[in-house]
């Protein structure tokens, strides 16, 4: 005679509410009470794959090694999972409690539905997105995400200091086409980035491949075009995100493509030309402002630069294709050489000089 079962119960996955605001227009800000919203499908503990192998993680098992980076959204760690010394991995760390001097800063949302949305790894100049975790311990959310040798505000320091710039041309122009291939993927995704700067510039060598990074600040696009003023970095903000007579109907691709141009041309003179300036200060000089270019840049690398760098959105180039088919991106040579052991000594040289 068969025994009848009980009905098996059903595990619940864990729901966590957090409290925070969404990524709106400072203007416009709503209630605190309407700035809520669940963190589904986030526990604390996931299972990511690396290299195809099924690796279990928890706040726990993550062994934090040194800080990679922090900005007002939070901070990057480098991590090593127990059990695993071989893995490492980065841990973007994002409290789950809004700031109540600017409520608006708080970016937890946006960067994980962003990672979820563009960091499978399809396009390799993205960094790969492993899972979210949530740390109960000090309320926090962890993106887990690939690991890169090194970012390019501290390459481009380190760069200069040695004064080891005789391939920088070629280096750029793989820069601006890795970059711009990743932005014209997030594009295709309707997603505008609008917090490129070399921080969020990453860079890895055999081979050598620049990813972009920090979604925290991106914008939903529709039909090409985002409306909210929302601020990211505020010398690298396109005019037409500075002042908004500028960009009555929103503003577009072109609004990164001027930050691209911005990350460029500080990397190459190792400093930006509107550093501690303010919004209006910007907008003065860009009415008249003639970018001043290294002389041992191509031709074609400058003008490509200046064309990114037009105050004008209008004469900035339409779409990403326009620049990874310019003449300075489709002069590259397919095989990566001569920039190679230049990445190489100043990478290695990267930790020695940041640690004194």
């Not at 601006?176 to 295709?188: E, P, Q, T, W, Y």
């Not at 990453?202 to 600040?217: A, S, T, V």
């Not at 409306?227 to 002042?243: C, N, Q, V, W």
């Not at 007579?245 to 141009?261: E, I, T």
Request: hydrophobic fraction near 40%.
């Amino acid at each position: 005679m068969a025994h009848s079962r009980p009905p098996e119960t059903v595990k619940k996955r864990p729901i966590f509410r957090i409290e925070c605001p969404t990524c709106v227009d400072e203007q416009t800000l709503p209630s605190p009470d309407s700035l809520s919203y669940k963190l589904l499908d986030v526990g604390e503990e996931a299972i990511f794959d690396y290299q195809g192998r099924p690796i279990n993680i928890s706040a726990n098992s993550l062994i934090e090694i040194r800080e990679l980076g922090s900005g007002n959204f939070g901070t990057v760690m480098l991590a090593e999972v127990k059990g695993h010394s071989e893995i490492k991995i980065a841990v973007k760390r994002l409290n789950l409690t809004p700031s109540q001097s600017n409520p608006n800063d708080y970016t937890a949302n946006t960067d994980l539905r962003t990672m979820r949305a563009v960091g499978s790894g399809v396009n390799s100049h993205v960094t790969k997105f492993y899972a979210p975790i949530i740390d109960r311990s000090s309320c926090q959310l962890l993106i887990c995400m690939e690991l890169c040798e090194t970012s390019m505000d501290r390459f481009c320091t380190t760069m200069h200091v040695m004064d080891k710039t005789e391939h920088l041309d070629l280096l750029l122009k793989r820069m601006i086409n890795h970059i711009a291939d990743a932005l014209l993927f997030l594009k295709s995704q309707n997603i505008l980035h609008r917090d490129v700067k070399p921080s969020n510039i990453l860079l890895n060598r055999n081979p050598i491949i620049f990813k972009l990074c920090d979604f925290g600040i991106c914008g939903q696009l529709i039909d090409s075009v985002a409306s909210t003023m929302t601020k990211g970095t505020r010398i690298y903000l396109a005019p037409e995100r500075i002042d908004r007579n500028l960009s009555p109907h929103g503003y577009g691709v072109r609004s990164d493509m001027w930050a691209l141009g911005l990350s460029t041309l500080e990397i190459a003179t190792n400093k930006h030309p509107f550093f501690e300036m303010i919004e209006p200060a910007i907008l003065i000089k860009v009415e008249t402002w003639i970018p001043e270019l290294p002389s041992y840049l191509s031709v074609e690398l400058q003008q490509l630069i200046i064309w990114l760098l037009k105050s004008r959105q209008e004469d900035r180039p339409i779409k990403y294709e326009n620049i990874l088919t310019s003449f300075a991106i489709q002069s590259l040579p397919t095989e990566i050489t001569k920039e190679e052991e230049m990445v190489k000594i100043i990478i290695e040289n990267i930790p020695q000089l940041y640690e004194n």
